[in-house]
T-cell receptor, first 115, second 113 residues
Framework: GAVVSQHPSRVICKSGTSVKIECRSL??????MFWYRQFPKKSLMLMAT?????????EQGVEKDKFLINHASLTLSTLTVTSAHPEDSSFYIC???????????FGQGTRLTVV | DAKTTQPTSMDCAEGRAANLPCNHS???????VYWYRQIHSQGPQYIIH???NNETNEMASLIITEDRKSSTLILPHATLRDTAVYYC??????????????FGQGTILTVHP
């Protein structure tokens, strides 16, 4: 079946630095990918839609200058958390819609801790 | 998307069937019922989806009422590894919009030995 790979699975960074998270569709192409954030004991919240070859679409309340999204190819989307602060610590998850099967495939998630 | 209502938590004995209900009384004609689950500290996993007919795959069965206002996910022989949060999501499946999901709080299913 379709596989979405997310890297890294866990990262600890210092406050003020930037962190890049990669999301790859391994055996299918994805012109669209989605980024979610999940705080402890909470549900997933959609942050943005990543579009190959064009600008990402951000959900209301998500700062586009803080969460930079690049969808450089049909198999790769990246999320960069810029000038990270402790409140950005969260579980970040990407997904891609499968082709012809009407289902979404999710990455393993990235646990970001900002210290 | 239509709103869904699920119980906060459920328990099930290992080896027994787990029946997880979901209410979606405002579902529209072109919306599918999807079920995903999330095991702790992992990304969600697709389980099953359906429009109006009952569906079965290697993981589970989905029973949708005739009026489509509610559904039940059935795990026929629950194992400890089925302990997870189960999300019932109603979504239009056109284009790639089925990839853009709105997650509620889900049902925490705990399978006991």
């Amino acid at each position: 079946g379709a596989v979405v790979s997310q890297h890294p699975s866990r990262v600890i960074c210092k406050s003020g630095t930037s962190v890049k998270i990669e999301c790859r569709s391994l055996d299918f192409q994805a012109t669209t990918m989605f980024w979610y954030r999940q705080f402890p004991k909470k549900s997933l919240m959609l942050m943005a839609t990543s579009n190959e070859g064009s600008k990402a679409t951000y959900e209301q309340g998500v700062e586009k200058d803080k969460f930079l999204i690049n969808h450089a190819s049909l198999t790769l989307s990246t999320l960069t958390v810029t000038s990270a602060h402790p409140e950005d610590s969260s579980f970040y998850i990407c997904s891609a819609p499968g082709t012809g099967n009407r289902r979404a495939f999710f990455g393993q998630g990235t646990r970001l801790t900002v210290v | 998307d239509a709103k869904t209502t699920q119980p906060t938590s459920m328990d099930c004995a290992e080896g027994r069937a787990a029946n997880l209900p979901c209410n979606h009384s405002t579902i529209s004609g072109n919306e599918y019922v999807y079920w995903y689950r999330q095991i702790h500290s992992q990304g969600p996993q697709y389980i099953i989806h359906g429009l109006k007919n009952n569906e079965t795959n290697e993981m589970a069965s989905l029973i949708i009422t005739e009026d489509r206002k509610s559904s039940t996910l059935i795990l026929p022989h629950a194992t400890l590894r089925d302990t997870a949060v189960y999300y019932c999501i109603v979504r239009n499946a056109g284009g790639t919009s089925y990839g853009k999901l709105t997650f509620g709080q889900g049902t925490i299913l705990t399978v006991h030995p």
